[in-house]
């Protein structure tokens, strides 16, 4: 799929999500850090077709409600491992 912003005519076969890559037994990643269940595993509630286009427009919202809170409620940042539990006294 190309990441061209113009219009176009929807071609489903050009929306197929890419093939999954098996992170751990119960857990396939299609796209970077978009993680989801293996989907033999949804026997009871099979997984939806869904377009590409789809999938990235609802984790791009995810992202910018993320960056929205951290503008709101965040006064800082701390990296695991960094911070005041990561300091020795000496």
């Known amino acids: 799929m190309e990441d061209d912003p113009r219009p176009g005519r929807y071609v489903p076969a050009d929306q197929a999500p890419p093939e999954p890559r098996r992170v751990s ?36 919202a995810r992202w910018d409600h993320l960056d929205d809170v951290h503008r709101q409620f965040a006064d800082g940042k701390v990296l695991a491992g960094e911070g005041p539990e990561a300091v020795e006294t000496a």
């Open 25 to 60: 037994h119960q857990v396939v990643m299609r796209f970077d850090h978009v993680f989801e269940v293996d989907p033999s595993l949804m026997q009871r509630f099979p997984q939806q077709a869904m377009p590409a286009w789809d999938t990235k427009r609802i984790v791009a």
